[in-house]
């Protein structure tokens, strides 16, 4: 309970403590006796005054108050008829409010249901592809390790390759180098034989 | 609500002891005593004071009998003002009963309205209700009512009776949950240190940023004067009913149970009593 809520409710108390209770006794006897008072006060007029109109006037004054009390019971009941009305309609439209709400908890229910499916089937799915995911992981290692073994084959063949071709070329270069030689020899050689024939010529006419 | 319906009840049944004196200028034909009656909060002087009327007139000429109206310590009673509020404004500190002195000649006309029958508090208590449903719902409870329904506001109310007036004035509490509240609140803020007879503007149950309005709220907004600062001495007193509800009270729940049955919150601002 809020203690706002308390604190007026306590106060409401305390106030009827002061104001109200320690003279509701009091005043309600004094009401009473007056009214007492006034009632034999007019009982005794009436005596004085028309002692055998009494019968009547008692007769009279009893038809006042049943009429009276009839007049308050009527009240009551239309009162009560009111308030019976009112929680009728209030019934009505907690049961209208609960036959909605049903309604809604079914369909909510179903709803959920579904979902649940869903989540079901797409669990499923994300296992599967899960598994794919791995043996396609696993063949891109094998696949990586195969390609750094055939990158480095193939260097090597490369760099025998290029021993081979520096060797080649030293070869060709040192052959050329012999041809160069040789040919220099041979053009020495053609020299020196061109002046002998023409001095065996002249030595033969002799 | 139902919870709650023990307050209503308090609020409903509050009583406050009275002892009427004749006015000693008043030519009487023998001594007149005093009247004594418990007096409805809720209600209206004028609608209950029918024995102390009768009981004065036994004392006093027919030819000198005037319209009778009601003065404590020098101010004259406004009988369109409900009885609690009257006396939680004028006499909250007194000793009870509360003495209230009643006068059959000399009608102050600029200060109270004349009351010749019944009639006219009804009029007056149901122009207060309809008042109230423009502010609560723009008057679509009230006009929805049939004129049996006023009656029964009207009869019990005049008949002291809490379960005839609850069952037809719970439909004037009633507003849409997703509302939080009535449009405006009813209320009324008097004080005995002005001229102007009383406070009452427009003012909602909630703030537009969704903030439920308390009771402070609305002093802060209306009448700041009647709260004091931290540290310093309390000079006033905020009083509903007799009773000095919680600052932080949320003005919703006030206006559905500490309301009057004319539908209207009122809220005496008095000074602190200096014993």
Same mark, same amino acid.
């Given at each position: 309970?809020?203690?706002?809520?308390?604190?007026?409710?306590?106060?409401?108390?305390?106030?009827?403590?002061?104001?109200?209770?320690?003279?509701?006794?009091?005043?309600?006897?004094?009401?009473?006796?007056?009214?007492?008072?006034?009632?034999?006060?007019?009982?005794?007029?009436?005596?004085?005054?028309?002692?055998?109109?009494?019968?009547?006037?008692?007769?009279?004054?009893?038809?006042?108050?049943?009429?009276?009390?009839?007049?308050?019971?009527?009240?009551?009941?239309?009162?009560?008829?009111?308030?019976?009305?009112?929680?009728?309609?209030?019934?009505?439209?907690?049961?209208?409010?609960?036959?909605?709400?049903?309604?809604?908890?079914?369909?909510?229910?179903?709803?959920?249901?579904?979902?649940?499916?869903?989540?079901?089937?797409?669990?499923?799915?994300?296992?599967?592809?899960?598994?794919?995911?791995?043996?396609?992981?696993?063949?891109?290692?094998?696949?990586?390790?195969?390609?750094?073994?055939?990158?480095?084959?193939?260097?090597?063949?490369?760099?025998?390759?290029?021993?081979?071709?520096?060797?080649?070329?030293?070869?060709?270069?040192?052959?050329?180098?012999?041809?160069?030689?040789?040919?220099?020899?041979?053009?020495?050689?053609?020299?020196?034989?061109?002046?002998?024939?023409?001095?065996?010529?002249?030595?033969?006419?002799? | 609500?139902?919870?709650?319906?023990?307050?209503?009840?308090?609020?409903?049944?509050?009583?406050?002891?009275?002892?009427?004196?004749?006015?000693?200028?008043?030519?009487?034909?023998?001594?007149?005593?005093?009247?004594? %009656?418990?007096?409805?909060?809720?209600?209206?002087?004028?609608?209950?004071?029918?024995?102390?009327? =009768?009981?004065?007139? =036994?004392?006093?000429?027919? $030819?000198?009998? $005037?319209?009778?109206?009601?003065?404590?310590?020098?101010?004259?009673?406004?009988?369109?003002?409900?009885?609690?509020? %009257?006396?939680?404004?004028?006499?909250?500190?007194?000793?009870?009963?509360?003495?209230?002195?009643?006068?059959?000649?000399?009608?102050?006309?600029?200060?109270? %309205?004349?009351?010749?029958?019944?009639?006219?508090?009804?009029?007056?208590?149901?122009?207060?209700?309809?008042?109230?449903?423009?502010?609560?719902?723009?008057?679509?409870?009230?006009?929805?009512?049939?004129?049996?329904?006023?009656?029964?506001?009207?009869?019990?109310?005049?008949?002291? =009776?809490?379960?005839?007036?609850?069952?037809?004035?719970?439909?004037?509490? $009633?507003?849409?949950?997703?509302?939080?509240?009535?449009?405006?609140?009813?209320?009324?803020?008097?004080?005995?240190?002005?001229?102007?007879?009383?406070?009452?503007?427009?003012?909602?149950?909630?703030?537009?940023?969704?903030?439920?309005?308390?009771?402070?709220?609305?002093?802060?907004?209306?009448?700041?004067?009647?709260?004091?600062?931290?540290?310093?001495? =309390?000079?006033?007193?905020?009083?509903?009913?007799?009773?000095?509800?919680?600052?932080?009270?949320?003005?919703?729940?006030?206006?559905?149970? %500490?309301?009057?049955?004319?539908?209207?919150?009122?809220?005496?601002?008095?000074?602190?009593?200096?014993?």
């Amino acid at each position: 309970m809020r203690s706002w809520k308390n604190h007026v409710r306590g106060e409401l108390q305390q106030r009827d403590q002061t104001e109200k209770l320690p003279f509701i006794g009091v005043f309600t006897s004094l009401s009473q006796m007056e009214e007492r008072f006034e009632f034999r006060k007019t009982f005794l007029d009436d005596v004085q005054s028309k002692s055998l109109d009494r019968g009547g006037r008692e007769s009279e004054h009893l038809a006042e108050k049943l009429s009276q009390t009839v007049s308050d019971l009527t009240t009551v009941l239309y009162l009560k008829e009111a308030e019976l009305q009112y929680w009728q309609s209030r019934v009505s439209h907690y049961r209208q409010e609960a036959l909605s709400l049903a309604k809604r908890s079914n369909t909510l229910k179903t709803t959920l249901s579904e979902f649940e499916y869903t989540i079901e089937c797409q669990s499923k799915e994300l296992a599967a592809l899960r598994n794919e995911q791995k043996g396609i992981n696993e063949a891109l290692a094998l696949a990586c390790r195969e390609k750094d073994e055939l990158l480095q084959r193939w260097m090597e063949e490369k760099r025998e390759e290029a021993d081979r071709l520096n060797k080649y070329n030293d070869a060709q270069e040192r052959w050329q180098r012999v041809a160069k030689h040789l040919k220099k020899h041979l053009h020495s050689e053609r020299k020196k034989e061109f002046v002998p024939i023409v001095t065996n010529s002249w030595y033969g006419e002799k | 609500m139902a919870d709650d319906k023990d307050v209503l009840r308090d609020v409903w049944f509050g009583r406050i002891p009275t002892c009427f004196l004749l006015n000693q200028d008043e030519v009487t034909e023998r001594e007149a005593e005093p009247y004594y %009656l418990l007096l409805p909060r809720v209600s209206y002087l004028t609608l209950v004071t029918d024995k102390v009327k =009768k009981h004065f007139h =036994k004392v006093i000429r027919t $030819e000198d009998a $005037e319209e009778m109206w009601f003065e404590y310590e020098g101010t004259p009673l406004k009988w369109h003002y409900p009885i609690g509020v %009257l006396f939680d404004l004028h006499a909250s500190n007194t000793v009870l009963p509360w003495s209230i002195t009643v006068h059959f000649k000399n009608f102050p006309d600029r200060d109270l %309205l004349h009351c010749p029958s019944h009639s006219v508090i009804e009029a007056h208590f149901m122009s207060s209700i309809k008042e109230a449903d423009a502010l609560k719902h723009k008057s679509q409870v009230v006009n929805d009512m049939q004129k049996k329904d006023h009656k029964q506001l009207w009869m019990g109310l005049q008949n002291d =009776k809490f379960d005839q007036f609850w069952a037809m004035n719970r439909k004037l509490m $009633e507003y849409p949950t997703e509302d939080g509240g009535f449009r405006f609140i009813p209320f009324r803020i008097y004080q005995t240190m002005s001229d102007r007879p009383f406070i009452q503007k427009q003012y909602r149950p909630v703030s537009p940023e969704g903030n439920v309005h308390t009771l402070g709220d609305l002093m802060k907004a209306m009448y700041p004067v009647a709260l004091s600062n931290e540290g310093e001495p =309390k000079r006033f007193q905020v009083v509903i009913h007799g009773i000095e509800p919680l600052l932080e009270t949320p003005l919703q729940w006030l206006s559905e149970h %500490l309301s009057h049955p004319d539908n209207f919150l009122h809220i005496c601002v008095i000074p602190v009593p200096s014993d």
